[in-house]
């Protein structure tokens, strides 16, 4: 479409293109979102462990680094496409699956990450629920997410393209069933389900050309 190539999966929610370009752009913002971590992969402090799912794992990249970095770990990244590698770390496993029907995995997990999944889903509530089934006691989710639309801190935007391209984006999306503005909800999703110790962590990105610090890349 348009140039394009898009996942295939039946029922699949996830509106954006799995094409070389795009796999470019995952690839790009997994360092971002390092960057901006200062290198880590992940903000909780995790206590042994054993099983790790990967929801969205896009190229893989996040999940192939994780299972690098823990090699007594299992890492299983899904994803809709099978744009993963073949080479990977022996102890990383990738499985096309839908996470927007009941999940059906047969273990339970100690770590549970998920990055940008605020436009993959109509019911990101359901999310919350299968992960929290299916975690292990004592286990942890982790969402890296982005809050939309774009903002500033001197209402430089007011009015400007970015909030108006912002604007037919989320009309987009919303006429397709998903709310772009749903990380804002996220911490009651967290506390519906039944999570407890939630915790919080903002972190700004610059766009466009003014920022100069190596963490703020835009």
Partial sequence: MHGRKYHSYPGGE?????????????????ELFKRTLDGRLHVALLPSTHRVLDMGTGTGIWAMEFADRNPMAVVYGIDLSPIQPNWVPPNCKFQIDNLSLPWEFDVKFDFIHGRSLFHSFSDPLHIFREA??????????????????????????KGSALEEWSKKLEEAFESRGIDLTCVSSYRNYFEEVGFEDIQQEEFAWPVGTWPKARGHVS
């Fill in 14 to 30: 996830y509106l954006l293109p799995n094409d070389e370009r795009e796999m470019e752009r995952l690839d790009l913002q997994h």
């Fill in 132 to 157: 929290f089934r299916t975690l292990a006691d004592g286990g942890i989710l982790e969402i890296q997410d982005v809050i939309f639309d774009f903002r500033s801190p001197d209402d430089s935007l």
